[in-house]
T-cell receptor, first 114, second 109 residues
Framework: DGGITQSPKYLFRKEGQNVTLSCEQN?????MYWYRQDPGQGLRLIYY???????QKGDIAEGYSVSREKKESFPLTVTSAQKNPTAFYLC?????????????FGSGTQLSVL | RKEVEQDPGPFNVPEGATVAFNCTYS??????FFWYRQDCRKEPKLLMS???SGNEDGRFTAQLNRASQYISLLIRDSKLSDSATYLC??????????FGTGTRLLVSP
């Protein structure tokens, strides 16, 4: 079955530690996205990638980094510079950037700080 | 003013009731509108796109009012399984999607 797979489902970060969230899709989509969701807030865009080997900062990119070396994969690293990382992280993809196509989401990763 | 605003609710309704949510947007250049459904701690899923002429999908009806810059979602004959958070999503041209904070619906027996 085609879809987006995020792992792990739950992740704990120690202070000063970098952690990486995995996102893999087999939908052959060009565009991929990372969102952060906090209670009582809408989804906020962290980074997006319109095509392989390219990515752009979203609204809240500080303290995060990404790579897009393969079309299928768009991992997100939460660095120690992100002082408030506790949130629900959602990866998504769409056929193309800028079209009216719907977003397909992964099942999310809940990141908490120890 | 937020780009997309929704009443957070919760809306508490009995089974079989009709319930409506509104969502206002501030960017008059917005061209694409969507309703997503999100269950607790799960991923959002597209419920329906919203077209200028309004559209219906079973018990769900979506409307767009460009003059007043809002979209609405009407749910008829509410089911227990409709309990979820409904996210309003707006897009202006090739710009990124903007998500509302969501409206929580609780349907009780």
């Amino acid at each position: 079955d085609g879809g987006i797979t995020q792992s792990p489902k739950y992740l704990f970060r120690k202070e000063g530690q970098n952690v990486t969230l995995s996102c893999e899709q087999n939908l052959n989509h060009d565009a991929m996205y990372w969102y952060r969701q906090d209670p009582g807030q809408g989804l906020r865009l962290i980074y997006y990638s319109q095509i392989v080997n390219d990515f752009q900062k979203g609204d809240i990119a500080e303290g995060y980094s990404v790579s897009r070396e393969k079309k299928e994969s768009f991992p997100l690293t939460v660095t120690s510079a992100q002082k408030n990382p506790t949130a629900f992280y959602l990866c998504a993809s769409s056929i193309q950037w800028g079209t009216n196509e719907k977003l397909f989401f992964g099942s999310g990763t809940q990141l908490s700080v120890l | 003013r937020k780009e997309v605003e929704q009443d957070p609710g919760p809306f508490n309704v009995p089974e079989g009731a009709t319930v409506a949510f509104n969502c206002t947007y501030s960017n008059s250049a917005s061209q694409s509108f969507f309703w997503y459904r999100q269950d607790c701690r799960k991923e959002p899923k597209l419920l329906m796109s919203v077209y200028s002429s309004g559209n219906e999908d079973g018990r769900f009806t979506a409307q767009l009012n460009r003059a007043s810059q809002y979209i609405s979602l009407l749910i008829r004959d509410s089911k227990l399984s409709d309990s979820a958070t409904y996210l309003c999503v707006v897009k202006a041209g090739f710009q990124k999607l903007v998500f509302g904070t969501g409206t929580r619906l609780l349907v009780s027996p």
